[in-house]
């Protein structure tokens, strides 16, 4: 059987089981009132429970299934031509190559996506098409690989599925609300049979509509730069997701705003972050499998599939990022329509973050949990991943995972260490006022101070591993420290360095310690 022939049976059988689907609602709503009046009028002694049963629950049906006006809110900031010209060029080149009309509305969004639609009107009647471009995304790939996403999003219009969509959309939110207003009654159980059905069949339709989609875009910019734009928005959702819980939710909730996108770009730069990207792009590629219910195939399923499309070397290898007039505008464009919370932090540099987020950070992690390494000093600290297991047990739940407790010691310990050599900042200063230019690190217990008056400063940049410097001196708590818990390095290697730091006998984070700055 042909793919159209495959896709059009599928369709309609979609098509018909949208029908079918209203037909039993009604024809459920239908039985439970023809049974109520039944009892009312032609038994001598009718059932007021079973009445009131029978028309709730033909009331809760009929509710659930009335078509609903589609409302649509913007998923970002709407974007315009003259806003960004060589973006819509793009677009519209892409567009004539698939022979399709413009969208009526294109939106920027937060995420490692794109999607088109057909928005607003009731079940499709009276929507307009728009698209919405993940900045996240730009910025991930080359302008070829933008044209291949964009060609993909045009193919969805090709195929007929955009127009298709709304009605299918329309028909899985009446069945779910249906599910939903009769979860107190038996009569769910009939609604249910029919939804994982329904799942099936359409499910696989939009799995089929996406191979279309590939091929068109394969068609567009060929096979090679499709594969690819695949493989990188694979990896690098995954990344955006990790950056933003790991690396921009701490600035954030501090009430900072650094450039976002400069940010990320530098996180995926790093080797270890590319690594593995590339270790999760090459597991989803080789042993991906695509579920029933998946809206979407696997990555192997798509790339094996392109795999018989023709190549072609890469015309236009510039990042798409270059077609944007500027990438910061378009970031804080997008910020501000993300909700208040967000339009309101104040902007900080990635330089300026470690000083005023990190470091109160590290001070308050030391203050509350600082008593659990009261029995370690910088020069003899833990060396077992058993102590640093033991150490996490008393930070996260108990339930946690192993690899979470020595996760959440190994945080302790470097902002412990990091305590140690910082000056005192004024937000921790509860002693007495100190002379200027005075040391006023933990260290100073030791009775060392910085030769020339220099002082260790923190620093970080997204993803990155706190380093500690002082003139050309140079600490790394985590990395250095882990090579002694890996074995890789003598403790006697690091023992030396402390002593050479002047920190060897300072309490590594004891309440005495945290009092002591």
């Known amino acids: 059987m042909s793919r159209n022939a495959w896709l059009a049976g599928r369709a309609l059988l979609a098509v018909a089981l949208m029908v079918g689907f209203y037909l039993l609602a ?77 969208p009526d509305d294109v939106y920027l969004l937060n995420d490692v996506n794109a999607f088109v639609a057909q928005r607003g009107g009731m079940m499709g009647i009276g929507a307009r098409r728009v698209m919405g471009l993940g900045l996240p995304l730009i910025q991930a790939l080359t302008v070829d690989e933008l044209k291949g996403v964009l060609a993909h999003e045009f193919g969805h219009y090709h195929a007929g599925d955009v127009a298709l969509g709304p009605w299918i959309h329309g028909t899985r939110v009446a069945i779910g609300r249906t599910v939903a207003h009769l979860s107190e009654s038996v009569l769910r159980f009939i609604f249910i049979g029919f939804a994982t059905l329904f799942l099936r069949v359409t499910h696989a339709v939009s799995r089929r509509q996406e191979f279309i989609a590939d091929e068109v875009a394969a068609a567009v910019v060929g096979s090679q730069a499709m594969a690819s734009g695949l493989r990188k928005v694979n990896g690098a959702a995954f990344a955006y997701h990790t950056y933003w819980y790991s690396e921009l939710v701490p600035v954030m909730q501090a009430g900072f705003r650094p450039p976002v996108f400069a940010g990320f770009g530098r996180y995926t730069s790093r080797p270890e972050m590319s690594r593995l990207m590339t270790t999760l792009v090459q597991h989803q590629e080789n042993e991906g499998q695509t579920d029933p219910y998946d809206t979407h195939p696997s990555l192997r399923d798509r790339l094996a599939a392109l795999d018989r499309h023709a190549s072609r070397p890469p015309l236009d290898s510039r990042p798409a990022s270059s077609l944007l007039r500027n990438v910061d505008d378009c970031e804080h464009l997008l910020f501000g329509t993300l909700g208040n919370d967000l339009s309101n932090l104040k902007p900080l540099d990635w330089p300026g973050v470690t000083e005023a987020v990190y470091v109160p950070m590290w001070q308050a992690r030391v203050k509350k949990y600082g008593a659990l390494l009261r029995n370690y000093t910088c020069g003899n600290p833990p060396t077992t991943e058993k102590e640093l297991r033991e150490i996490g047990s008393g930070i996260v739940p108990a339930d946690a995972s192993d690899e979470a407790r020595i996760a959440a010691a190994w945080r302790l310990i470097v902002a412990a260490y990091a305590m140690v050599l910082l000056p005192l900042t004024p937000q921790t200063r509860t002693g007495a006022a100190e002379s200027p230019g005075a040391w006023t690190g933990i260290g100073n217990v030791n009775g060392v101070r910085p030769s020339g008056g220099e002082r260790w400063r923190a620093e970080t940049q997204p993803g990155e591993e706190a380093v500690l410097r002082r003139g050309a001196d140079e600490f790394r708590p985590f990395s250095e420290l882990a090579g002694v818990v890996h074995g890789r390095t003598p403790i006697a290697a690091w023992r030396q360095r402390c002593v050479a730091l002047g920190i060897d006998v300072c309490p590594l984070g004891t309440d005495a310690a945290v009092l002591a700055r």
């Open 26 to 102: 009604v024809g459920v709503a239908s039985g439970l009132l023809w049974v109520a009046y039944i009892d009312a009028v032609r038994t001598r002694h009718p059932a007021a429970r079973l009445i009131a049963f029978c028309i709730a629950g033909a009331a809760s049906v009929l509710w659930a299934i009335a078509p609903r006006r589609d409302r649509f809110d913007a998923p970002g900031p709407r974007i315009t031509e003259p806003q960004e010209p060589e973006l819509f060029r793009l677009i519209r080149e892409v567009a004539s190559a698939t022979s399709q009309a413009m």
